[in-house]
C-alpha cells in the first residue's frame, strides 16, 4: 500500500484563473511572458511596491505593461548576476469586484508584505469585496491554495518556509500555522496565541517558558521536539531560524542575539529590525543609509559591515518593502534610487547542504489507476540552498528506467512509471536515488529508497501485473489456475476458473492492446484461438471476455510465447506446423490482433520441445529454447527484427525425464528468466536464469503435479 493515500492527492490546492472580466479592459495577457529572461542584475523596473527573495527566487510587485500591477517571480542565478526565468504569482491590482491584495504604506505609496517561501512560492492575503482578509499562498502563474483559511483582518505573514507557513490576525488575536500539501493531505494546522515564531521546515519555534527559552514543536509528529536557552534576557518578541541559527530580539530596540545550535552557544548581536540569512543578519541603518551586514557564521559576530546604499526614506522599518534577505544559503536583494533591483552577494560561507523537510511517497506505484489513467510517485524535498539534483531509477538488474534532473532549493520529482524514452517502465521492484549537489559552497545530498512499480509494462509470462511470472495448469476436472510467486523462487498461492474442456491450450501472452493487462491466448479442442482480455491477475473461465483470432488452430503442435521478436515491445507468438515442423511468427498488431503468420523456421521436426522463454540474455528480445532428441538444449536469441539467430547450446544430456518444461518468466526477483520443468513422477523444479542466456542447476519446488493435465 502507498503509505499516504492517493485518494487526497493535492490536498487543498484550487486553481485560480483570473478572467477577463474581472480584469476589465486591458488585461494581463501577454504583460509577463514566462519565458527565459536573460536580463543581468540589476534589474530595471519603474517602481516596485512589495519584495522578498528566497531560494533563489525574488517576487516583487511591479507595474506591467497592461497598466495593472502584478506579482512578479524571477529565478536569480546562483551567482546572482542572472535572471534566469521570470514568471507571475498572481494580480495585485484591484478586480472589477473590488477586491484586491493586502497593503500596508511604504515609502511607494502602498506596498504588498509579500512572502517567499523559498520554493519558488509566495504568500500574501487577499482580500474580498466585503474587506475580510485571507492568507493565501501562490503555487504557479494560475494556482494557489487558501481553502480553509478564515477570514480574517490585520493578517500578517510571521515565517515561511517550503511547504509550512504562520500568520496572525489582530480581529481575531490569533496565529495560525498550515502547510500547502501539493501531494497528499496532511492536517498540521494549530490555532494558537500571538507570540514570536519561526518555522524551518516542519518544525515551529516559539518562545518557552522563562526567559530566553525557545521550544521546537515538530507539526508532523505533534510533539515538542526540542527546548533551548538561548541566553535572551527576556520572553523572546521575535524569532528568526535558519538552519543551526535561533535570531531572537527583545523588542525593536531591545538586546539581540543568536543562538548556535551546533555549537551550543549565544552570541551578541546589534539590535533593531533585521533579516536573517545563513551564518549572517542585514539591518538597514538609516542614518547612514546603509544596509549593514554582521557576519557570524564562525561562530563570532564580526563588525557590521555596510553591503549597500540604501536611503532613510520615510518608513521606519521597510524590511520587505526596499531591501530583503535570502535566508536559503542567498544574498540580498534592495530596490535603489533609480528604481533598479540589485542582488548583492553577502560573501558569508554557507553551512553545508542539507535537508530542511521532505514529503517522500509510499512503497507502491500504480501507473494504471489515477487521474487520466496515470498515477506518479510524487515526492518533495526542501533543501537549505539551491543545488542541482538528479533523480534516478533503477530496475531488479540495475539498469536504469529514468534519470529526471533539475536545480533550485525545492526538489519535486512526480514520476509517472515511464522510462526516458517515454515506454512503460517494466514492473516490479524498482530503486531511487537523489543526488543533490549544491550550486554554490559546499556539500551533498543524497538519499535512496525503494518502491515497486505495476501497470508498466509485463514480464514475461507475467499475468499479475508485478513483473513475476505465473505458472499456467490445466486439471481433468477443468480448472485453468494460475500459480502465483512472491519472488523467492516458489509458487506461493492460486486462483482456478473452472468450466475448461479437456484438450485446451493456454498461452500466457503479453498486452495486445493499451490496459497493460497481459492477455491469455487458448486454444480450444475445436482448433479456435481465442484472446481472453487481460484481467492483471484474475483467473479466467470459458466465458471471461473473449475474441475470436480464428479457427484451424488445431494444425500446430507447439504454441508458445517468446517474449518480443519484432522489436516493437509487444509479445509475440510462435506456432509450429505439425505436418511440416515449420516455424511460423505471429506477430502482436497492438490492436487485438495477430498479424498474418510468417514462416521463420522450416523443418523442426528433431524438437521435442520449444519453449518460448523470454529475454535470457538481456538483449531487450525474446528468445527460443529447444530439446532434440538426444536431449541438447538450445537457445534461439531473438534479433529484434522477427528472425532468430543460430542456435547456441545450453545444456547436453539434459531434460530426458521432463514431460513439462516452461519459460515461466522470473519466479526468483531478480530479473531473470526461469525455466519450471516438470518429471515423469510428477516432481516440479525450477533453474533459475543467469541472465546470460544460461540456467543454473535445478532446485526441487514441488511434488504431485502429476495429475495436471497441462503445464503452460
Given at each position: 500500500m502507498r503509505a499516504r493515500t492517493s485518494a487526497a492527492r493535492r490536498g487543498r490546492i484550487a486553481l485560480t484563473v483570473v478572467g477577463l472580466a474581472a480584469l476589465g479592459a486591458g488585461s494581463l495577457t501577454g504583460a509577463v511572458p514566462a519565458a527565459a529572461d536573460t536580463t543581468p542584475t540589476p534589474v530595471q523596473t519603474d517602481g516596485v511596491w512589495g519584495i522578498d527573495y528566497a531560494g533563489g527566487f525574488l517576487t516583487?510587485?511591479?507595474?506591467?505593461?497592461?497598466?495593472?500591477?502584478?506579482?512578479?517571480?524571477?529565478?536569480?542565478?546562483?551567482?546572482?548576476?542572472?535572471?534566469?526565468?521570470?514568471?507571475r504569482r498572481g494580480f495585485a491590482d484591484v478586480f472589477a469586484d473590488g477586491s484586491h491584495v493586502q497593503r500596508v504604506p511604504c515609502d511607494a505609496g502602498s506596498c504588498v508584505p509579500l512572502r517567499s517561501t523559498g520554493n519558488q512560492h509566495v504568500g500574501y492575503f487577499a482580500v474580498d469585496e466585503h474587506g475580510k482578509e485571507r492568507a493565501q499562498i501562490w503555487l504557479t502563474e494560475s494556482t494557489s491554495d487558501s481553502a480553509d483559511e478564515p477570514a480574517v483582518t490585520g493578517g500578517r505573514f510571521v515565517d515561511a518556509t517550503g511547504r509550512y507557513y504562520v500568520y496572525q490576525a489582530t480581529s481575531t488575536g490569533k496565529q495560525y500555522v498550515d502547510a500547502v500539501n501539493p501531494y497528499r493531505y496532511e492536517d498540521v494546522r494549530l490555532t494558537r496565541s500571538i507570540t514570536a515564531a519561526s518555522v524551518w521546515g516542519s518544525v515551529l519555534w516559539t518562545p518557552g517558558t522563562g526567559n530566553g527559552t525557545v521550544t521546537a514543536y515538530?507539526?508532523?509528529?505533534?510533539?515538542?521536539?526540542?527546548?533551548?536557552?538561548?541566553?535572551?534576557?527576556?520572553?523572546?518578541?521575535?524569532?528568526?531560524?535558519?538552519?543551526?541559527?535561533?535570531?531572537?530580539?527583545?523588542?525593536?530596540?531591545?538586546?539581540?542575539?543568536?543562538?548556535?545550535?551546533?555549537?551550543?552557544?549565544?552570541?551578541?548581536?546589534?539590535?533593531?529590525?533585521?533579516?536573517v540569512g545563513d551564518g549572517y543578519l542585514v539591518q538597514h541603518d538609516r542614518s547612514a543609509g546603509k544596509l549593514m551586514l554582521t557576519d557570524y557564521h564562525t561562530g563570532t559576530a564580526q563588525a557590521a559591515r555596510a553591503v549597500a546604499d540604501l536611503p532613510a526614506g520615510n518608513t521606519a522599518d521597510q524590511r520587505r518593502q526596499t531591501w530583503t534577505v535570502d535566508k536559503f544559503g542567498g544574498d540580498i536583494a534592495y530596490v535603489g534610487q533609480d528604481k533598479a533591483i540589485r542582488i548583492v552577494q553577502s560573501g558569508v560561507p554557507t553551512q553545508s547542504l542539507a535537508k530542511v523537510e521532505s514529503d517522500v511517497d509510499g512503497d507502491q506505484?500504480?501507473?494504471?489507476?489515477?487521474?487520466?489513467?496515470?498515477?506518479?510517485?510524487?515526492?518533495?524535498?526542501?533543501?537549505?540552498k539551491p543545488a542541482d539534483w538528479t533523480f534516478t531509477v533503477?530496475?531488479?538488474?540495475?539498469?536504469?528506467?529514468?534519470?529526471?534532473?533539475?536545480?533550485?532549493?525545492?526538489?519535486?520529482?512526480?514520476?509517472?512509471?515511464?522510462?526516458?524514452?517515454?515506454?512503460?517502465?517494466?514492473?516490479?521492484?524498482?530503486?531511487?536515488?537523489?543526488?543533490?549537489?549544491?550550486?554554490?559552497?559546499?556539500?551533498?545530498?543524497?538519499?535512496?529508497?525503494?518502491?515497486?512499480?505495476?501497470?508498466?509494462?509485463?514480464?514475461?509470462?507475467?499475468?499479475?501485473g508485478y513483473n513475476y511470472g505465473e505458472l499456467v495448469t490445466l486439471n481433468s476436472s477443468g480448472g485453468l489456475t494460475l500459480h502465483y510467486t512472491e519472488g523467492k523462487g516458489a509458487l506461493d498461492w492460486k486462483r482456478s476458473g473452472s468450466g475448461w474442456p479437456a484438450g485446451t491450450v493456454a498461452v500466457p501472452f503479453g498486452d495486445m492492446g493499451s490496459d497493460r493487462c497481459a492477455e491469455m491466448l487458448v486454444r480450444m479442442p475445436n482448433g479456435e484461438l481465442r484472446r481472453y482480455a487481460g484481467k492483471c491477475g484474475?483467473?479466467?473461465?470459458?466465458?471471461?471476455?473473449?475474441?475470436?483470432?480464428?479457427?484451424?488452430?488445431?494444425?500446430?503442435?507447439?504454441?508458445?510465447?517468446?517474449?518480443?521478436?519484432?522489436?516493437?515491445?509487444?509479445?509475440?507468438?510462435l506456432a509450429r506446423k505439425a505436418s511440416t515442423g515449420d516455424v511460423y511468427l505471429f506477430a502482436n498488431d497492438g490492436a487485438g490482433k495477430l498479424k498474418a503468420g510468417v514462416k521463420i523456421r522450416s523443418a523442426w521436426t528433431g524438437y521435442t520441445k520449444i519453449v518460448g522463454a523470454g529475454d535470457l540474455n538481456g538483449d531487450g528480445f525474446g528468445d527460443v529454447l529447444a530439446r532434440d532428441k538426444a536431449g541438447t538444449l538450445y537457445r534461439y536469441n531473438g534479433t529484434g527484427?522477427?528472425?532468430?539467430?543460430?542456435?547456441?547450446?545450453?545444456?547436453?544430456?539434459?531434460?530426458?525425464?521432463?514431460?513439462?518444461?516452461?519459460?515461466?518468466?522470473?519466479?526468483?526477483?531478480?530479473?531473470?528468466?526461469?525455466?519450471?520443468?516438470?518429471?515423469?513422477?510428477?516432481?516440479?523444479?525450477?533453474?533459475?536464469?543467469?541472465?546470460?542466456?544460461?540456467?543454473?542447476?535445478?532446485?526441487?519446488?514441488?511434488?504431485?503435479?502429476?495429475?495436471y493435465k497441462g503445464l503452460f
Open positions: 516583487t510587485v511591479e507595474n506591467t505593461p497592461s497598466g495593472y500591477q502584478s506579482v512578479i517571480g524571477r529565478q536569480i542565478s546562483p551567482d546572482g548576476t542572472a535572471v534566469l526565468e521570470r514568471t515538530d507539526l508532523e509528529q505533534k510533539k515538542t521536539v526540542q527546548s533551548v536557552a538561548t541566553g535572551a534576557p527576556c520572553t523572546v518578541k521575535e524569532l528568526q531560524v535558519v538552519g543551526r541559527w535561533i535570531y531572537w530580539n527583545c523588542g525593536p530596540s531591545g538586546a539581540a542575539g543568536v543562538y548556535d545550535r551546533t555549537a551550543n552557544k549565544s552570541l551578541t548581536v546589534p539590535s533593531g529590525p533585521a533579516l506505484v500504480d501507473a494504471r489507476v489515477g487521474v487520466g489513467g496515470s498515477l506518479t510517485w510524487d515526492s518533495f524535498w526542501q533543501l537549505d533503477k530496475d531488479a538488474q540495475g539498469r536504469t528506467d529514468r534519470v529526471i534532473k533539475g536545480s533550485g532549493t525545492s526538489i519535486d520529482v512526480a514520476w509517472d512509471g515511464k522510462t526516458d524514452s517515454g515506454a512503460y517502465a517494466s514492473n516490479g521492484p524498482k530503486t531511487w536515488t537523489l543526488k543533490a549537489t549544491a550550486a554554490e559552497g559546499a556539500g551533498t545530498y543524497t538519499t535512496s529508497g525503494k518502491f515497486a512499480l505495476t501497470g508498466g509494462r509485463q514480464g514475461h509470462h507475467d499475468q499479475g484474475d483467473p479466467y473461465t470459458p466465458a471471461s471476455s473473449h475474441t475470436s483470432l480464428g479457427t484451424g488452430w488445431n494444425a500446430y503442435n507447439v504454441l508458445t510465447a517468446p517474449g518480443d521478436l519484432t522489436g516493437d515491445g509487444r509479445v509475440d507468438l527484427t522477427g528472425l532468430l539467430k543460430e542456435r547456441v547450446k545450453v545444456f547436453s544430456d539434459w531434460g530426458g525425464s521432463y514431460n513439462s518444461v516452461v519459460g515461466v518468466g522470473d519466479i526468483t526477483g531478480d530479473g531473470k528468466n526461469d525455466l519450471v520443468v516438470r518429471d515423469t513422477s510428477g516432481n516440479l523444479y525450477r533453474q533459475d536464469g543467469k541472465g546470460n542466456g544460461s540456467f543454473g542447476s535445478r532446485v526441487k519446488i514441488g511434488s504431485g503435479w502429476k495429475g
